[in-house]
């Protein structure tokens, strides 16, 4: 089978030219990263699993009308998107401290904010994403005021969305990362929604007991991150009732051997 040609490979995606101009597909890899790829390993099935939760979420928030890359999923790695000019700022939106806040400002994991916050980082792997401000957004010229307003109203639509989405199956939503790009027609960029929503960018625990259901599983050695997802996944009713993660898996083991 004919390779399409690679534009971009990340740390947990790959981005192919896609069919039509415009377009790319994005593969999602089973490979996991953490502290600045310092820490690297495998999920087995996670690329799967969080093609199918991005898919879930992106197409619940364009119902929203919040605009996104996502235009289908193709298999069960691949999804077909809107081609985007990146803007390099991770936003983070938080509710409940935990990670980079709590060490950085010595804030106990798990405390409720008072009132959400939402950050910005520069995306620069040779810098560690260095925290930034509006002003350095502004002064540096990573996207214009304008763009940076509708990027926080979309950012606050996207996490009143999801907390109630997470809050709906149990699932407290204490963080997450969203990454913007923009989208240009005839002369004119909208920013829109890129990149994914999955396990790897949020920080989910579940309502009752804490435990965590996303990357921290990785990141602090707690083991589980398959069945964490995959608990994510099944909550959101992406999984039929009583499958098994080997279920998934299987189905995946079985396009390959098709050469899909
Ligand atoms: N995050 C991410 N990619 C990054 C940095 C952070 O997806 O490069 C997500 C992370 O999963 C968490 C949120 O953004 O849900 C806030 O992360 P934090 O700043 O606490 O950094 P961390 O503790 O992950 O280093």
Known sequence: ???????????AKILYEGPEPGTLIQYFKDDATAFNALKKGTINGKGVINN?????????????????HFIRRLNMREQLVRQVEIIPIEVVV??????????????????????????YYY??????DPLISEEHIACFGWASPEEMHDIADMAIRINDFMC???????IRLVDFKLEFGR??????ARVILADEISPDGCRLWDLTTGEK???????????????AYQEVARRLGLLPEGSEESDVLDLDTHRKKRGK
């Open 1 to 11: 089978m004919s390779r399409r040609r690679q534009i971009y490979e990340g740390k």
């Open 52 to 68: 199918r939760i991005s898919e879930h979420v992106f197409t619940l928030l364009s119902h929203i009308n919040v605009p996104t």
């Open 94 to 119: 938080r509710n409940v401290a935990a990670g980079s806040i709590s060490k950085r400002l010595g804030i106990e994991e798990g405390t409720q904010l008072p009132r959400t916050i939402i950050e």
């Open 123 to 128: 995306k620069d792997d040779a810098l560690g």
């Open 164 to 170: 109630g989405m997470f809050a709906g199956i149990g």
């Open 183 to 188: 989208f240009w027609e005839n002369d004119f």
């Open 213 to 227: 259901l996303d990357k921290d599983r990785f990141r602090q050695d707690l083991g589980g991150e398959v069945e």
